[in-house]
């Protein structure tokens, strides 16, 4: 399935559940983003699954899991209109 029938399936579903769909930029560095205080790492290879944040000390940061954090963020940022 390409990225653009699914982010149009997301849609539909949430349209017909009630919900509202928001799509975050492709390139936003989820990943690399602290989830605690904002910190973006300059690069973070696929190989390397935690990592410990140097600027507020949060240590063992899960990659995805991190991401998921972030991304229920700027998506909350995006319904609430603060997403300047």
């Not at 989820?30 to 600027?55: A, I, M, Q, Y």
């Not at 240590?59 to 319904?79: E, F, K, P």
């Amino acid at each position: 399935m390409l990225a653009g029938e699914l982010v149009r399936q997301l849609d539909y579903k949430a349209a017909w559940a009630g919900r509202q769909f928001v799509q975050i930029d492709r390139w936003y560095p989820s990943s690399k983003r602290c989830h605690s205080c904002g910190f973006v790492l300059e690069s973070l290879p696929l190989n390397v699954r935690t990592w410990d944040c140097p600027d507020c000390g949060t240590q063992g940061i899960d990659r995805d899991v991190n991401a998921a954090r972030n991304i229920l963020q700027a998506g909350t940022a995006l319904l609430a209109g603060a997403d300047g």
